[in-house]
């Protein structure tokens, strides 16, 4: 089987290297190429994203921004997400959108260690995508959370 | 005629495992084959079901989400439903949408309850959609609700 | 020439037989073939009705639903609305969206009212797109209304 | 050169036929094939324009509407906006769109007024993207408005 | 190599000449071809970024707009850039958007000043996207803004 690739986009306007983290955190755990793409803002994620998969071979992608706490912030990474959706739909690859939002937690170091901590372990997801589904089909409905402390089930 | 192939899409973020629900009531009431597709989160539900319909032969898939009560999780489940529509609207087929909105009822029993009864009564709807389709043209306007008790036809 | 045919794409969600009505109103007033196909949810309409264009063969589909007064059922009949105006897109067919909000009016009985006679004065619209397009042509700009009273032109 | 073809996409809903502004100035300004299509409400203009397109010829196309003054009306606007923005970017021909909200402005005749400058001013832009670009590229950044007095450039 | 060509897609309702400084910044700093298209409004530019790239064979476009306060144009900013997206995802190019708003300062001497610097900066996004991705990607995650100083990486 040749070697998977994973795609990095990431954005120069984020304030954290999330592209980074997920890179050492895909490498520490397996052994495939990776390609990374940094742009501008999130919106050129999707685009940045599809040419990944198409020009590059990309099997999966990892697309990372840091949406600021204004209206016109939230109202970017709505069309950013939704341009990341078309992109998966039509190409039929998975585009993992890693998002952190600057109002999720309250000061700078919180933030850097959330955005930290979700690059990771959304970079596990897309280990188990890529070589352990049934890893995830054993933890469907059980509350998983990237960044934070799962939910966990109901009960 | 050869055996019909529902598909499952479903994710860890939820807290209750309905996809294991409908696939439970499935196969009590039909003999079909079924295939499961568990994601991270509910944004990678529209090219999750995609593959299960292009790469896995499915001719009908339901997506299972449960999303949280903030507003960003509303934005969220926005994102995937329009997702999940274009999916359908490029391979023609159906994706049944199975989304249980965390602040739908007050306590986590309630919703355990109400997550398990929307799959069911999916999982009905799918089957009628594949075997009996006069029986939802004779629903018609009957003000049927999944999971809640029936509106009923106006009067 | 051979015979239009209109599909009729309607809920067991939806509190009034819409679909009934049209099919009793293009009936009454012409020769044409009907496909009806009744899904869950508004949400189904779009597949729905990109498969009785290419499917069933229709010329033209009405699309009917009731949504609910809540948030939620807004940004439902957002996303079909979407979606349908996606299927006619990718088409180049009409799909004639015939929504009726519930809080629209305020009893049941005027509900189902306005339910049947939008459903006809769209059915008679339909009629006109196959058939008599000078009509709506005569009628450009002249402020009509289905299910209410026309507003009429400026003046 | 062959004639340039312009469509007329409107509605019967709107309530001042901005479409026959729009033919009587662009027929005083030039000569050119017009071709004429009327539909219900704006939600069917996105398919009509890109049935003028494809099935009719025209090189570009304008569509017409008057949303109302209610929530669901700027709702539905979006929806038909998008719409038509889809249309053209699936076909790479102009549809300008040409939308007067009918609380754009206080009395009726004012209305009637705004719609049939608006409806002039963007016939003007068609002949201009037609035969004269580089008209355009000079008032690039010149704050120009259709129907109201310009905002002109900053200063 | 053949000569970069760059896109410019600007507006005549944006009230400074944004295009034409990005024109000057590019010039200055690089050898490459320039193709410019002028249209009314920002809901013009994804169909004009389109044409850029099919019909003239642009590599990378910039498309230009200064959306009003009014909540209306947010509304049209966010169909717009919904397009520019779609536009992107359908060619695999790059349609970098310079959106400047009018309510992101308070005067008009200070929006002309962000206008041009923004335009400017972009210019530079793009030219680094050509020919030095290599030092994008050494900026990844370091929170750079456009037009404003640079937020900078958390610590």
């Known amino acids: ?7 990095i ?23 495939l190429k990776i390609e ?5 803002g999130m919106k050129d994620l999707p685009v ?9 071979g990309c099997d999966i992608v990892m697309a990372f921004a840091m949406p ?7 109202q970017c990474a709505h069309e950013a997400s939704l341009g990341i ?3 998966q739909v039509l190409t039929s690859r998975h585009i993992i959108e890693v998002f952190v ?16 901590r979700r690059a990771r372990e959304h970079a596990q997801n897309v280990l188990k995508l890529l070589f352990k589904p049934q890893e995830l089909e054993r933890e469907a409905g059980m ?3 990237e960044g934070f402390e799962d939910a966990g089930p109901l009960r």
């Open 1 to 7: 089987m040749t070697e998977k690739k994973v795609g």
């Open 9 to 31: 986009a990431d954005t120069t306007f984020a304030r954290y290297d999330m592209g980074g983290a997920a890179i050492d955190e895909l490498r520490k755990n397996a052994s």
């Open 36 to 40: 990374r793409y940094t742009v501008p």
């Open 48 to 56: 940045a994203s599809k040419k990944l998969i198409e020009e590059k």
């Open 68 to 74: 600021g706490p204004e209206v016109i912030d939230k």
């Open 85 to 87: 959706i078309a992109a």
């Open 101 to 116: 939002h600057e109002d999720e937690v309250e000061h700078d170091k919180e933030l850097a260690l959330l955005a930290d």
């Open 143 to 145: 509350g998983k959370r």
